[in-house]
């Protein structure tokens, strides 16, 4: 299973069409699933240590795995900052451990849902990990 960590730059889209703005994309390949579940995080998880805000967003097409460019209807553009395998070790309603091996996404994170907002992607401790 593969993954893709997309940088989508909004800035120079219509509010109409897009809130105008910079985030990152997070692309997992799941099996037996035709789109790629999708996470809008608020920051490039190969730049920081610290916990990210994730916010679930609709499914993608799997051409993004490889897709760089122009997105269709004026949202944007999207730069692949990194791809490479994915290793779901753990999933409920709550939490998903994966293993990344990408280029520069590496290791075991945690994205974990809170009660009452968005979901937030961490680096796992090693009890985490070995859920």
Known sequence: MMFALLKHDTR????????PGLHWDLLIEFPDQDRLPTWQLAADPTE?????????????????????????GGRGTVRRIDRGHVQIVD?????????????????????????????????????????
């Open 48 to 72: 920081t240590a610290n916990p990210i805000t994730a916010r679930r967003i609709p499914d993608h097409r799997r051409l993004y795995l490889d897709y760089e460019g122009e997105i269709t």
């Open 91 to 131: 999933t409920d309603l709550e939490h998903l451990v994966i293993n990344f091996a990408g280029t520069h996404l590496r290791g075991s994170y945690l994205l974990e849902t809170t009660p009452a907002g968005p979901s937030i992607l961490k680096r796992c401790t090693a009890d985490q990990a070995g859920r």
């Open 12 to 19: 120079q889209c219509d509010p109409a069409v897009a809130e």
